[in-house]
């Protein structure tokens, strides 16, 4: 019953709220407008909350691990069925394409698979993932992938995804994982594949000897981060 009370006390609060700030643009009153409701009706309160429960055992070799950048939880936002909620605590595993929640109660440790398709975009840092719906019936992987924008009316998109085995030389069953990338560039109203040279080369002849001379400047880059040597090539082609 206390707690029928509080949410209702809440709610009317917010809704008193609502009538203070204008809510015509995503500025930072508003925002902190959002994120002090979310924060005092808890996640139970939030349509955000469905979703299954995130489980993760795995033993990886030399603390290897299944998520985007890090293993620890970041700062982001989440556009989640036409609504926004900002400073959320995320990860994104990569190898099962999930955006993980961590609960603002620090002692609830259960994390949430948010549901996919509710998700529209989503930020963690300063990167912007936009789930690619459209791409789930084609040859492309589909599903979440980093939005970078470019000139010209073309974006840039990586998807990020690691493949899993198992480690032979250890006794015990260690699981190591290998990073990988797709390319994919939006030109000319279409999706365009872009994972090597002679693909780029195709949707940029004018540029083919610029091309080259990025791919033979920056060959350590292209090694050690294949994703942002990809960033700075298409940023290179379009400046």
């Not at 809704?15 to 996640?43: C, P, R």
């Amino acid at each position: 019953m206390k707690n029928s009370q509080n949410k209702i006390i809440i709610l009317t609060l917010f809704g008193l709220l609502l009538n203070i700030y204008s809510i015509h643009s995503q500025n930072v009153k508003e925002i902190e407008t959002f994120n002090w409701f979310d924060k005092n009706a808890g996640i139970d309160a939030l349509d955000i909350k469905n979703g299954p429960a995130h489980l993760n055992f795995d033993k990886t070799v030399e603390n290897q691990h299944r998520y985007y950048g890090t293993n620890d939880f970041k700062k982001g936002s989440v556009t989640y069925n036409g609504q926004n909620y900002f400073d959320l605590f995320l990860k994104y595993d990569i190898y099962a394409d999930e955006l993980v929640l961590r609960p603002y109660d620090e002692q609830n440790t259960t994390k949430i698979n948010l549901v996919k398709s509710n998700i529209t975009y989503f930020k963690i840092g300063n990167e912007t993932f936009v789930n690619l719906k459209q791409l789930n019936n084609t040859s492309f992987k589909g599903g979440y992938y980093e939005e970078i924008p470019l000139n010209n009316n073309q974006v840039f998109y990586i998807k990020y995804y690691k493949d899993k085995k198992k480690n032979a030389k250890v006794e015990v069953n260690e699981i190591e994982y290998i990073p990988r990338y797709e390319f994919i560039l939006w030109k000319e109203n279409k999706f365009n594949l872009v994972n090597d040279k002679k693909e780029i080369i195709a949707l940029f002849p004018e540029s083919k000897r610029k091309i080259n001379d990025f791919y033979f400047m920056n060959r350590n880059l292209r090694k050690e981060n294949n994703a942002l040597f990809m960033k700075n090539l298409m940023k290179f082609i379009n400046n």
